[in-house]
């Protein structure tokens, strides 16, 4: 098995958007998300010494992600305070008394639905990840991001009419790409 | 853009375009009038609006720039100490 090799250069190019949809699907919270990222990739850089080839770079970050955002939990649970009244206004015998108790909570996905999502997210993620750089970067700033035409385009430094050609060049190669993947 | 007809090539980009909403009502009317008749072009379209339910139901989250831009100057600080 050829070995993997560490380049930090290339981390925030290739793994931040990875990391950053990784972490926001556990703690919800962009600003907490984008610290965690950072914290990871200094980390990162840290223990590069440690990096023994085993597994691909994006694993071996992920596995450090993993510990901060263990870390996160635990730092706000201890911040909580150590006597925490538990409150449940359902006992057994009167079940239900709050309107809220009995409404449907459309909030309330299953279990199921949310790692169906994200599974799927990782499977955006890794078709993005093999556009070309320019694709990857004006699709997700279109279709993720939602930024309007014009921007993208002042942003880039590019025509409208470019624009559409990268769109539609990015969205043949990522309908193909799920196609294969993810039905 | 006054005639009915398109080619598949226009078709394409109006197929595009309406993924993020950003096709006027005679657009849409051509298009459809366009996947009446071209196979090619309703297959596009319809993995190209499965695509887009895709994306949407995932929720999947990308960085903004900016943020992305103040990770890469953090990082770059950080990297620089350990060259």
Known sequence: ?183 | MSRIKLNCHEANHICDKNQYKEANFWDKVVLTIHLIYCRACRKYSSRNAKLTTLVKNSKVETMDLSAKEELNVAFQKELAKHQ
């Not at chain 1, 931040?16 to 980390?43: C, G, H, K, M, P």
């Not at chain 1, 499977?123 to 070309?132: Q, T």
Request: some cysteine; glycine content about 4%; overall charge negative.
């Open chain 1, 1 to 183: 098995m050829p070995k993997h090799v560490i380049d930090p250069n290339q981390w925030i190019k290739l793994y931040s958007d990875y990391l950053f949809n990784y972490t926001i699907t556990r703690v919800n919270d962009r600003e907490i998300a984008q610290d965690l990222v950072q914290d990871t990739f200094v980390a990162g850089l840290k223990s590069m010494k440690n990096f023994k080839g085993e597994a691909s770079e994006r694993t071996w970050l992920i596995s450090i992600l993993k510990r901060k955002i263990i870390d996160h939990y635990r730092k706000i649970n201890s911040n909580k305070g150590k006597a925490e009244v538990r409150m449940t206004y359902n006992s057994d015998e009167n079940e239900g008394d709050w309107l809220e108790e009995r409404v449907a909570d459309p909030f309330d996905k299953t279990a199921e639905d949310t790692i169906e999502n994200t599974e799927l997210g990782i499977a955006i993620h890794d078709c993005i990840g093999k556009l070309p750089e320019k694709q990857a970067q004006v699709f997700k700033m279109k279709t993720i991001l939602n930024y309007e035409t014009e921007a993208i385009c002042n942003e880039l430094q590019i025509t409208a009419s470019n624009l559409w050609v990268i769109i539609h060049r990015a969205r043949t190669a990522m309908a193909a790409c799920m196609e294969k993947n993810w039905f």
